[in-house]
């Protein structure tokens, strides 16, 4: 099996925000967004050996957290260990932005990966609606 080189990116080019949509459209059902991202807004693409795999949205909230959205590795890749390896790349630039903790919001049936991933379950929106698992994890 060859090397699996990961990087998390913004997408620069047009080809990578085209990746970078049709992940969030396979895997959320999202059309393209027409708003401008806010500087606080971080999308990112997660490249395998140069290829896209995955893709995140990674808010800076403004007050010592990020919050990890819109969380997905492209179907075909799914079960291959891409999206822990994009959980790590991403807390590393959450870390990188000056954060000390990620935030993320779980269904249900992901609340298992991201407790694995040393997320802990803990309200940190109060106005989180139902059925969502709200999670942390303080980063070193």
């Known amino acids: 099996?060859?090397?699996?080189?990961?990087?998390l990116a913004p997408p620069r080019t047009r080809e990578e925000w085209d990746?970078?949509?049709?992940i969030r459209r396979r895997v959320?059902?999202?059309?393209?967004?027409?708003e401008p991202v806010d500087a606080s807004s971080h999308p990112m693409v997660l490249f395998l050996n140069d290829r896209p795999?995955?893709?995140i949205q990674i808010d800076d909230l403004r007050n010592g957290s990020a919050a990890l959205r819109l969380v997905a590795i492209d179907p075909p890749h799914q079960g291959g260990?891409?999206?822990?390896?994009?959980?790590?790349?991403s807390e590393d630039f959450v870390r990188q932005v000056g954060c000390h903790q990620a935030v993320v919001y779980a269904t249900p049936e992901a609340a298992g990966f991201y407790a694995d991933c040393g997320y802990d379950e803990?309200?940190?929106?109060?106005?989180?609606?139902g059925g969502i698992v709200q999670m942390l994890k303080r980063l070193a």
Do not use: Q, S
């Not at 803990?122 to 609606?129: H, K, S």
């Open 81 to 89: 260990g891409h999206g822990r390896a994009m959980l790590r790349k």
């Open 19 to 22: 990746a970078y949509h049709a």
């Open 53 to 55: 795999v995955g893709c």
């Open 122 to 129: 803990e309200d940190w929106d109060e106005m989180c609606m």
């Open 28 to 34: 959320f059902n999202l059309p393209r967004p027409e």
């Open 1 to 7: 099996m060859a090397d699996r080189v990961y990087r």
